[in-house]
Structures are given as structure tokens and as C-alpha cells.
């Protein structure tokens, strides 16, 4: 997604028709972030069309550090990406 005002349900949708998965990565905290919106919409208008359970990838739930070695360890990254989504295609 390029933005999120507005927020382009009917392209998430589409994508999620097509591929009946949602995968949603971000580095705000899992709690509070915008995944949380984006899932809860496919979950009350798209629900039928997952085959699978909705999977976010995001910060932890942690102040920021400033060391970089902790910084990665709380972001998503790409192995904790590539693993999602091999978990959610494997479901």
C-alpha cells in the first residue's frame, strides 16, 4: 500500500480475493498499529475469502532501544518476514 489516508480497502480486498491470505508487516508495535486495522476490516468484509488465518509481522511491543543490534531484534526484518510467509503458505 502506497498510503493509508485514505485507506484503499477495495485494492486489500482484491489482493486478498486473488490470493485468499493476508500477510500485513509493519514497524509500529503489534499492539496500537494500522495492521490491526487493516485485519480487522478483511476479518468483518473479507472473512469468507481467507483460506487462511490473517498473520501480522510487526514491531514488538517495546520502547525503541537505541543500540542497532536491539533495534533489529524488535523491527521486522526480512528473515522474520520470509518465515511468515512461509508459515502462512504452508498453512
Known sequence: MRCLVPLDMATV???????????????NPY???????????VADEGFELLDAPIR?????????PFADALEDE?????PKVIRAIRDLLAY
Open 74 to 78: 524488535m523491527i521486522p526484518t526480512a
Open 13 to 27: 480486498l482484491a489482493s486478498v480475493r486473488k490470493t485468499s491470505r493476508l500477510l500485513i508487516v509493519e514497524e
Open 31 to 41: 499492539q496500537g498499529g494500522w495492521g490491526g486495522t487493516v485485519a480487522s476490516i
Open 56 to 64: 501480522r509481522v510487526a514491531a514488538e511491543c517495546v520502547p525503541l
